[in-house]
């Protein structure tokens, strides 16, 4: 018996979906899942659901829901590095005032931050830096 993907299937799920029909089309009697079918569907569910995604895929419930806890969770992508830095000098102070002025312009994955100051302590870029690039 075939099952065809279901309009309410969600789009992220509907090629895995395709995928496990393949594979029990093409198989007969009662085999083990493969492994990467199994990681798969517990990628999905983290997204979808555990629930949503046994019913939908005909899976044991148990099973993948300890698939999905059990599993690395899913990385993000790395943010590519940074492809151009611009240090833009400004107006020297006198000489002797002992004060400098400087502006940095700082972009990560979490957002952009301007840092400008005067004076003649330099703010903590590295912690500013930091709260920029470091994963929540």
């Known amino acids: 018996m075939t099952h065809n993907t279901a309009p309410d299937v969600p789009n992220g799920m509907q090629k895995i979906c395709r ?3 393949r594979w029990r089309s093409s198989h007969q009697g009662r085999l083990p899942i493969p492994k990467a079918l199994w990681a798969s569907a517990a990628e999905v ?3 979808h659901g555990v629930f949503r995604t046994a019913t939908i895929l005909r899976l044991e419930y148990a099973k993948l829901k300890r698939m999905t806890t059990s599993a690395a969770p899913v990385k993000r992508r790395p943010a590519p590095p940074a492809e151009f830095l611009e240090l833009v000098a400004t107006q ?5 005032s002992g ?3 400087c502006v940095i312009e700082l972009e990560g994955p979490r957002g952009k931050m301007r840092v400008q100051w005067k004076g003649a302590a330099a703010p903590d870029l590295a912690g500013l830096s930091r709260s920029l690039w470091e994963p929540v």
Not at 92 to 96: E, L, R, T
Request: no cysteine.
């Open 19 to 21: 995928r496990f029909e």
């Open 45 to 47: 569910a983290r997204e």
């Open 92 to 96: 020297v102070a006198p000489a002797g």
């Open 99 to 101: 004060l400098t002025e």
